[in-house]
């Protein structure tokens, strides 16, 4: 199973709503990370896990709030988003920590409008 | 701070000619990937390029590594319809602390 698996699909909420993104992956990775992606550009890495600990955070507002369950999972807590957080929110995995940078497998997605 | 540029930013052309995107940085990398993002898709690897100078071929694309450790191309002989997409390079510093992706070359292919 080489496939890293994001939900919702698709998501609309509201300035003062709380939701979460969830992201998944059985392929044993150890690092796992979440990007921010605005149309035609590239994606912004936000946060990086290593062995289950968070080992990156790219000076991400605080309304964005990473969790790491265990070595599968990886959850993106967001409240009180501002309409410019909307965007395509990526999860991708690797073999090894952020500091080797294996292969990135990346998910599919999250569409993410804030109203 | 490190800077990765790429260039070009847009790349148009007519099926059966060749592409060439380049990724440069102001520092020494310790490795560099790239990576394709076909429109409404994800990035999907391509590549990882670690030796100075080193060279690999998949079918018509040829990655190069520059000797300083510091630029790489992407090649595609030959385009087909099916090369359409964004083009990114990501890279790590030499202190493997930070990891940045370029803006990205994004190719059209006329058939």
């Known amino acids: 199973d080489t496939e890293v698996t994001q939900t919702p699909k698709h998501l609309v909420m509201g300035m003062t709503n709380k939701k979460s993104l969830k992201c998944e992956q059985h392929m044993g990775h150890r690092a796992m990370y979440w990007y921010k992606q605005k149309a035609k550009k590239p994606p912004e890495l936000m946060f990086v896990y290593s062995y289950e600990k968070l080992s990156i955070n790219e000076s991400v507002p605080s309304r964005f709030s990473p969790e790491c369950p265990n070595s599968s999972l990886l959850n993106l807590h967001l409240h009180a988003l501002q309409p410019e957080d909307s965007a395509l929110y990526l999860c991708?995995?690797?073999?090894?920590?952020?500091?080797?940078?294996?292969?990135?497998?990346f998910g599919p997605g999250t569409r993410l409008t804030v109203t | 701070g490190q800077q990765v540029m790429q260039i070009p930013q847009y790349q148009h052309v007519q099926e059966g000619e060749d592409f060439t995107t380049y990724c440069n940085s102001s520092t020494t990398l310790s490795n560099i990937q790239w990576y394709k993002q076909r429109p409404g898709g994800h990035p999907v690897f391509l590549i990882q390029l670690v030796k100075s100078g080193e060279v690999k071929k998949q079918k018509r694309l040829t990655f190069q590594f520059g000797e300083a450790k510091k630029n790489s191309s992407l090649h595609i002989t030959a385009t087909q319809t099916t090369d359409v997409g964004t083009y990114f390079c990501?890279?790590?510093?030499?202190?493997?602390?930070?990891?940045?992706f370029g803006e990205g070359t994004q190719l059209t292919v006329n058939p």
């Open positions: 991708a995995s690797s073999q090894d920590g952020v500091g080797i940078m294996g292969e990135q497998y």
């Open positions: 990501i890279t790590l510093e030499t202190s493997g602390s930070r990891l940045t």
